[in-house]
Structure formats: C-alpha cells, structure tokens
C-alpha cells in the first residue's frame, strides 16, 4: 500500500454499556499487513474476570451501522438486538457483551479499514481469519475460548477457517452459510450464478474496499485512516468476483482449487443452521457441512423466514446461547456436550399455507427432532414422468414412449418449461430430505439457428394446495420461493460414484476439466439432477409439481443465472 499506515486504536470506556475498543491491529503473519478489529467486551472484564470471544470477519464495514446498511431490515430486528454497534449479520454488542461475552468484529483483509488484498472466500483472506481467531484468544481480557457466530458470508467462512483448526476456537454456528463455493455459490450444476454475485459485489463489496473514497459522504461507514487510494490503486488491489467466476468454470482450475478444504478436518462443537427458504445460496451448505463435518459433536437446525431476520428471534438467540454457555463458559444447561442426550436434528414441518415473509405466521409451523441426516426411516419413492405429463409412482411400458419439448433459451420475463404434476394425495404426505431427477434429455437446433453445443437444465419442484393455488415459501430475501430447486449443465453429467461423497439420492459431481462431455444434437442422455434437500407435508388433495425448464422460473429472485457468455 502506497500510504503509510496509522496507529489509531482508541478505547473508550465511558459512553456506551460496554467497553469499546476501535481499530484495535492484528499484525498478520500469513501475509504482508494487519487486520483491524472493533472489541466490544463487558465494563466488569479484565485480568481478574476473563471473558469468552465471538468473533466475525468479514466483507461489509466493522463500523457501518445496521441501520445504514439495509434500514428495513434493521427496523424489523427484534430490538433487543439494537444498540449503537449493531452491524449487518453480525451478533449485537449490546446484547452479547450483557450477557458476559466479548465481541470482536474484524474488516477482513482489503476492506474497511484492512489494508491488503481484497480476495474474498480466498485461502489467503481465510489465512488471515485464523490469526485474528488466535490474536482474540491471546487478549488479557479473553478467557482464551473463542466461538464463531454470523449470517451469511459470517457464516460460510466459518467453515474454511475451522478445518484449519486455530488455537482457542472451541464452538461454531454457522447460520444460513454456505460451505461449498463452487456448488453452492458460484456454479449451481456448473452453471454461472451472476446475477447475485453481481448485486452482492458491487452493493456490499467493492463499495467497501479499503481506500475508496467518499465512503463518509455516503454514510458507509468512515473514511479509510490511511487516506484514499487512486482507482488505479484499487483496482490492483483486488480480485474480482464477478470477472473471476466468469472466466473459471471447473474446480480443477486454481482459481476454484485454491478455495477448497477437507469438512472431516473441522472438529469443534458445531451448530449448523440451515433455512428451507435458502434454495439457491445456503440450504445445501448448511446441511452438507453438517453432514461431513468430523465434530464428534455436532448438531443440524431447520428454520423458515427471511434470511437476516430468524438470527435474532428471541427463541434462536437462547438457542446460539445456550450453545456457545454449553463450550465457551462450561454452562450447559441442556446437555449440548453430553454426546447422544440432544437429538442432534431439529426440524421445523412445512404444513399449510401460511403464507411468505410473515414471521408471526410461520410460528404456525411445528418442529420434530432426529436422531440423523438424512432421515433413517425415509422411503425413497420413484416418480415417472409420462407423456400426458403427469407425475406417477406407476412405472409407464418402456414401449411407451414421447419427446416432450420446450424451446431455450428460456428467461425469467419469458420461461420456457414442461410441468408434469401428481393426482391429488389421497393422504397427507411428507416429503423431507433429499430429491434426484432422473432425465433423459436431448436437443435440436432451430432451422435458421447456430448449432447449440449443451443443454442447462433447471428444474423445479411446487406445492400446490388442495384449493389449487400454489404454496409459495419465504426465500433469502423475502420473496416468494418454491419447494426448491436444481441445475445442471449437461456436458457435466458425469459422476463419480466412487467418491465417498455420492450417494443414490444425492449424486457426486467432481466438475473438473477432464469431465467434460460432448452433447451433440439429437443425441440422447441421461442425466442425474441433484436437487437441494426439501421439507413439505402434502395435506390430503395436494399436489406435487415438477417443471424442466431452459432458464431461471419463478422463485429465482435476485439468484438469476443469465450471462449472456455462460449460457
């Protein structure tokens, strides 16, 4: 960095309920540089009163207040969660340090006040993390017991920092994170997710970086201490998300390689909460790092809502404390450390139409727990497709026979798709865990058109009440949402069912270079779609819809896979 850097930590002991600590430095050994953190820790703390530490790192402004960030958002947060450092995402100061914790709250490398590269979900930034992990459990004023608590981007880079296994950290809840950045993030069935990468980038990133200019001017957060860097500058200094994952494909190219960890080496106690509305960012990491986490202790939660809201609710906020008290303080009243006394499997029961984006609603829906993910008992069940598109358990004479087609390429202002639908249940029914489709698809060129070389299906599945009207479900931002969904490019079919990873219900892609295969019109091939894991119960006289479409549908939201490039 071409400006010198300032020493500008302050501690202020008298203002607010709480000590708070800016700007506080973590000299970096991983890399050239620091990091810089805001420590909010109880008044009573000090050398005789050590306190345990929740630490988040990430992307959007240590010291951007909630209510500039995203002001509908914050107006709804229960407001025992409002104080004068709450932050996007993050857990509140105000209501942590009460209750005998500290919070560190860190700007990760390249942005807000850290200088650096600006390499989001990098290894390099990941590097990073855990030395700020480690400098927090180091303090006088730390018990040497760190946890992981956040939403989001707080929570999916929980998991990559954990399987490196940082002195002091002792428990993680990894709320709504996704843990696979190419599967479930970048590249959903190998196709490019840009829309929201794009929205996410330049809203919530880039504006951020360390250095720009005028950050102040714009109430987002202050100015960077070190003065502000020419775009040049800027633009050196980072790694591009949305030029990044449109350029790189396969996970066998550096790019993706450099962001890939073993789950098996996370050992900590884990609480890993996954939303049913998350189907087309979350969903599938949550309930994958649960399932090949090595924590011997290790726990998976179902909620509904939207995504930046259920984190505060009063009944979540006891649950995260009454987890970090059973690992950080050595208080555990409900048995979190005692192996097998706690289903480690909480779900919440998709029944009726409640409605979407109505928190006091969804308080209808029960909850059952588990002893496993996913559900020992269930009964996979296979449905045929036919030609007067229905969806059966009755399997169709092979001599039977009909191409069902639908034009690409199909867009969210004009979908192009194929439904095929059950007969009503003739008893309620629960769906809950994981879907395949089985397709065996095919295409043809338009007479006046280029030769297409592949084929990228999305598929969808609905609920359709007994009145008829479709069931819409509350998504990540608040939008009507689907049961959930699935994608697939077809040149990417191929699987590897000598990965430990695959599964008869969840197939296992490598998505590499090398498996790559040709699709050449008229040909036919059989495809496996995976689908993001599901609940619903049926009521009596409900249907299930399953749609193949060649584009984004309805319930795709901001999360549009549409550059003009990729597909």
Request: glycine residues 8%.
């Amino acid at each position: 960095m071409p400006n010198q850097i300032k020493d500008l930590h302050t501690v202020d002991d008298s203002s607010y309920p709480y000590i708070f600590e800016q700007n506080a430095a973590v000299v970096l050994k991983s890399s050239e540089g620091l990091v810089r953190c805001n420590v909010y820790r109880p008044k009573d703390s000090g050398e005789q009163s050590r306190v345990p530490v929740l630490v988040t790192y990430g992307p959007y402004g240590k010291d951007i207040h909630y209510k500039d960030f995203h002001a509908k958002s914050y107006s709804e947060v229960n407001p025992e969660h409002h104080s004068d450092h709450s932050a996007w995402e993050t857990p509140d100061p105000g209501f942590w340090t009460k209750h005998g914790y500290a919070v560190v709250r860190a700007d990760e490398r390249g942005l807000g006040q850290s200088p650096g590269l600006l390499d989001t979900m990098s290894r390099g930034t990941s590097e990073a993390f855990f030395e700020v992990i480690e400098w927090a459990a180091e303090q006088p004023w730390s018990s040497g017991k760190v946890g992981l608590l956040g939403i989001s981007y707080y929570a999916g880079s929980q998991w990559r920092v954990a399987a490196r296994q940082p002195k002091g950290l002792s428990a993680i809840i990894p709320w709504e994170g996704m843990s696979d950045y190419y599967r479930d993030r970048c590249r959903h069935g190998g196709i490019l997710s840009n829309a929201f990468i794009k929205f996410w980038w330049n809203r919530q990133v880039i504006t951020n970086q360390y250095g720009r200019p005028g950050r102040s001017a714009r109430n987002w957060g202050p100015d960077t201490i070190e003065g502000d860097l020419s775009e040049d500058e800027l633009e050196k200094n980072r790694q591009d998300q949305t030029k990044d994952n449109a350029v790189h494909r396969f996970r066998d190219e550096p790019y993706y390689a450099s962001k890939e960890y073993d789950m098996g080496d996370i050992e900590v106690p884990l609480l890993t909460v996954a939303n049913w509305g998350g189907i087309l960012l979350h969903l599938r990491g949550n309930v994958e790092g649960y399932c090949h986490a090595g924590s011997d202790l290790k726990y998976l939660r179902f909620v509904t809502g939207r995504h930046d809201l259920p984190f505060y609710y009063k009944e979540e906020v006891e649950v995260q404390r009454s987890f970090l008290d059973a690992f950080l303080k050595g208080e555990d009243r409900v048995g979190w450390s005692v192996k097998g006394k706690l289903p480690p499997v909480d779900l919440v029961l998709r029944r009726g139409d409640v409605g979407f984006d109505d928190p006091e609603n969804e308080k209808q829906y029960t909850r059952r727990t588990e002893q496993e993910w996913p559900i020992a008992r269930t009964r996979y069940t296979k449905f045929f497709l036919t030609q007067n598109r229905e969806l059966t358990t009755e399997e169709p004479p092979q001599d039977v026979r009909k191409k069902l087609s639908y034009k690409a390429l199909g867009t969210l202002e004009d979908p192009q798709y194929l439904q095929f639908s059950t007969a009503p249940f003739e008893a309620e029914t629960e769906i809950t865990g994981h879907v395949v489709a089985h397709l065996n698809v095919s295409m043809s060129p338009e007479p006046s058109g280029p030769t297409p070389t592949d084929i990228d299906l999305f598929v969808t599945l609905r609920h359709i009440s007994p009145q008829g009207k479709e069931v819409h479900y509350t998504g990540t931002a608040g939008d009507p949402v689907p049961l959930t969904k699935g994608w697939l490019r077809v040149s990417l079919r191929k699987t590897n069912p000598d990965h430990p990873r695959h599964r008869p219900w969840l197939p296992h892609r490598d998505y590499c270079s090398t498996d790559v295969l040709p699709v050449i019109p008229g040909e036919v091939y059989s495809a496996d779609v995976e689908i993001w894991p599901t609940n619903v119960i049926v009521e009596k006289g409900g249907r299930i819809v399953f749609e193949v479409a060649s584009g984004d549908t309805q319930g795709s939201g901001v999360f549009q896979h549409n550059d003009p490039a990729d597909r």
